[in-house]
């Protein structure tokens, strides 16, 4: 594979490709998978370790001196990408292979919500309240919600995006004159 000036564009593929294959094993595996709080942090993790690989692939293409405008570029390459494929997964995961998903995510927030407020010690009424709530949102995936989640990714990732510029960042050695 020849060398890109961008490697955000290849690790923003392959970011993509490996977290659709783990949606794929994670709804194989039961809706108390695909939902579960951890599958979601594990993925997050593992996304972030993509960006960081593109950032220091585009360090060590350019010697190893980079500053922070040099090394968002590739990063948040690799989450747009990556994003932008993932959403397109879940879109036709949720309105083509398994259309009764969406009800399936709102049965489980309701009784995850549940679980948790009555482990708070939560008073009945709020409880109750709080699952009214739910039941009214509206679960169904469209092209605009999907369009508007995904926008929503990408401006939290441009966030994650400039922190890892900041750690990864580092300026060449000043020289001194004598």
Partial sequence: MQQSSNPGIKWGIVSGLVLILLNVISWVAGSDVLFAWWNGVC???LFIVFG??????????IGGYIGFKELIKPVFTTFVIGL????????????????????????HTLGMTERILTRMKAPQEEIDKQLDSINATDFSVTIAKSLMDYLKSVTFYFAISAIISLILRKKAPEQQHI
């Fill in 84 to 107: 932008l494929m993932v959403s397109v997964y879940q879109f036709i995961l949720y309105k083509l292979i398994d259309p009764h998903l969406s009800e399936t995510l709102k049965e």
């Fill in 52 to 61: 960081v690989l593109a950032g220091k692939e585009r360090k060590k293409q």
């Fill in 43 to 45: 993925q997050l993790v």
